[in-house]
């Protein structure tokens, strides 16, 4: 007796997928099922089609299905300073450029259009989930919703005032409140964000360390980026950044520290043995010139390494595929090893790894039967993907985001043959030009 098929929402027919869990698989003219966001199905094309029905119906017999990116580190709200200060180091970038534009601009409606543009870009490039780090969190946890976009959102913490709030104690209950007003929507988790060593004193890490182990919270910082931070430690506290931060107790699993460049062995062992998570955003630490990460040598010794883009104003672009190609290469030459980083383990840097380091691995990160349908397709038809003998290879090495077509959010189409479907890009360029044309006519 033939039994009716099983109704689903969408059904995705691909060339291949690479679901990243179990890894180094490549599933050929396979497809996925998904219903009410979630991955019901994932098996071999023939039998989908004699087993569900769908609401949608894709065929992308040129595409490769991988989970969304996931971009470990970001400040997206800054954007809107794209290309603002260029070919400085990071403190003065810092002390002289950003930090006098953010004291005149940053408000809630500048986080609002610069994350929805953030948004826009990303989406663009296959990236399904961000974790920031700026001020005005509610306004970038609202523009993630708009967009429909999955968000872990830092509750940034500094030591002096801004507009957003006058003091340690304030950054915190602001951030808390956030946190707990928007704690039920389903595409937002929350990190505690101090700023970096250099910004927060040691009364504020008890505080930030205490929240952390109440509300089981990852701490999101950023940590040994540069020469001139350690140096500033050595001389303020007498001992290096990672170090202070031991003894205070914060070297633990839910800790991610971005950049980690200027890092040495006996450091790299100590974040092995607390379990930290390092965010790697080899565009940002070149163009700053803060250096190369030792990357192979964390792998090495198993840390958990994901991939971030930093802000567009110190990477310019917040594009993952450019972040995995370089992590892959630098970790090569670095190495002097061939076989460092390969394409394989980039790709779960930018998915799975990121996924981990935010405790949302449950969630996202892969492409497994009842995790949400986040899901970026990349069409490999054009000249410069042909021919194709290693589809893993081809995304880290060839392909690029011009070449990412679909994109799902929690089984939401936000992204429709590189169209957005949930963002208007004529809105988010007059927007973007009302920003542009305020701070260029204040410098």
Not at 96 to 105: D, V
Request: negative net charge; glycine residues 6%.
């Amino acid at each position: 007796m033939q039994t009716e098929n099983l109704q689903i929402d969408t059904l995705i027919d691909a060339r291949w997928i690479i679901p990243i869990e179990p890894s180094r698989q490549t599933l050929d003219r396979h497809s996925i099922a998904i219903a009410d966001g979630v991955i019901r199905d994932i098996l071999p094309t023939a039998d989908a089609h004699a087993k569900y029905t769908a609401s949608r119906h894709l065929q992308l017999d040129d595409h490769v299905l991988i989970p969304g990116l996931i971009n470990l580190h970001t400040h997206a709200a800054m954007t809107l300073m794209r290309g603002l200060a260029d070919d400085l180091p990071l403190m003065d970038w810092l002390n002289n450029h950003i930090w006098p534009a953010e004291a005149k601009f940053v408000s809630p409606e500048f986080v609002r259009d610069g994350t929805l543009l953030a948004c826009a870009e990303m989406f663009r490039g296959g990236v399904t989930c961000f974790n920031d780090m700026y001020f005005y969190p509610a306004a970038a946890a609202q523009a993630a919703l708009t967009a429909g976009m999955r968000a872990a959102i830092g509750l940034i913490v500094v030591d002096f005032p801004t507009a957003y709030a006058a003091d340690a104690d304030d950054y915190l209950s602001k951030g808390l409140t956030v946190r707990d007003d928007l704690r039920g929507e389903p595409l937002l988790s929350f990190t505690l964000a101090p700023h970096a060593p250099y910004t927060v004193s040691d009364k504020t890490f008890a505080k930030v360390l205490t929240y952390a182990e109440q509300l089981d919270l990852p701490i999101h910082i950023h940590l040994h980026e540069t020469r001139d931070e350690i140096d500033e430690s050595l001389k303020q506290f007498q001992m290096r950044p990672l170090e202070r931060l031991r003894r205070l107790g914060l070297l633990a699993p839910n800790l991610i520290g971005a950049h980690m460049v200027q890092v040495n062995a006996e450091e790299i062992s100590l974040l092995a043995e607390h379990g930290c998570h390092v965010a790697h955003c080899p565009s940002s630490n070149l163009k700053l010139a803060s250096g190369i990460g030792p990357v192979f040598e964390k792998l090495e010794k198993n840390i958990n390494i994901g991939l971030g883009t930093d802000s567009a104003a110190s990477n310019n672009r917040l594009d993952i595929f450019t972040e995995m190609r370089l992590a892959a290469l630098l970790a090569k030459g670095q190495s002097r090893h061939a076989g460092a980083l390969p394409a394989h383990q980039a790709l779960a840097m930018a998915t799975i790894h990121a996924a981990r380091a935010l405790g949302i691995d449950r969630i996202t990160g892969s492409l497994a039967i009842g995790k949400a349908a986040d899901i970026t397709a990349v069409d490999l038809s054009a000249p410069e993907t042909q021919p194709c003998y290693d589809v893993a290879s081809h995304l880290v090495y060839a392909a690029g985001r011009e070449n990412v077509s679909h994109v799902w959010v929690n089984g939401k189409l936000v992204l429709d043959e590189r169209r957005l479907t949930t963002l208007d890009i004529r809105e988010l360029n007059a927007r973007t030009a009302f920003w542009h044309e305020k701070i260029s006519r204040s410098r």
